[in-house]
């Protein structure tokens, strides 16, 4: 496939001023760090904040991209719009346009988006990749190692593992599934199993790992947050 791509990287984020700075700082660098042939912006949505999300955003990202804001409390709408305005702002055909999704409580390493351009210009159409805990201090002492013990990777380095903080589709593909829908959480299970049903080629790679907030309380019902916390209750219940 030739011609140049366009990436648009992707952010829901509400009541993040505590991490936003940091996440906004590493996408920066790896839009940095794409080939002078690549062009990327950023779209964050501020979703509910009460805080100063939108600020801090808007300072940060400046003529990079554009800071949208919804009163939706959902992050499948606040993702859905993310790739709409994307979407609708392009120029280019949609065939040449990768979003990459990622959380505003994340931070993604400076190769992310050149890693994730070379499996789509090798024809893959959409991309999950893995996530690492930055701190596990709001948890018991044991909640480190059930978590790597169970946050299982295959040897060819592919995994189960779906996260929308870490998952990167084809412009055209996201649209011929229908996007995201307006869901309170799986939002991003769902996308991927109506990718994998089209036949669409999908990769689950660990070469793509982002590192994620290890808070008991996350933004999100039944969230990764969530599922972290709940190796506390696992411990506790024996």
């Given at each position: ?46 979703d509910s904040s009460t805080d ?41 055909p949609l065939s040449r346009v ?48 059930r978590f790597r013990a169970s ?88």
């Amino acid at each position: 496939m030739s011609g140049a791509w366009e990436v648009a990287v992707l952010i829901p984020a509400r009541n993040e001023e505590a991490l936003l700075g940091r996440c906004l700082e590493s996408v920066i660098r790896a839009i940095e760090a794409l080939r002078v042939t690549i062009s990327a912006n950023i779209v964050l949505v501020s979703d509910s904040s009460t805080d100063r999300t939108a600020e801090i955003a808007h300072r940060l990202i400046g003529g990079r991209g554009n800071v949208l804001q919804t009163g939706a409390g959902t992050v499948g709408t606040a993702r859905a719009l993310a790739a709409s305005y994307a979407i609708a702002n392009t120029t280019a055909p949609l065939s040449r346009v990768w979003l990459a999704n990622t959380d505003a409580d994340c931070v993604v390493p400076s190769a992310w988006l050149n890693d994730q351009i070379e499996l789509a210009s090798s024809g893959i159409e959409a991309v999950a990749g893995i996530v690492a805990v930055d701190s596990f201090e709001e948890h018991g002492p044991q909640v480190a190692s059930r978590f790597r013990a169970s946050y299982s990777i295959h040897a060819d380095g592919t995994h189960p593992h779906i996260h929308g903080a870490n998952l990167g589709v084809r412009a055209d593909r996201y649209l011929e599934v229908g996007g995201w829908r307006q869901l309170k959480t799986a939002e991003d299970h769902d996308l991927w199993r109506r990718l994998r049903r089209t036949g669409f080629r999908l990769l689950s790679s660990a070469q793509l790992q982002v590192v994620t907030s290890g808070r008991r309380t996350g933004r999100a019902p039944d969230g990764f947050s969530g599922a972290l916390a709940a190796h506390n209750d696992a411990v506790a219940g024996g």
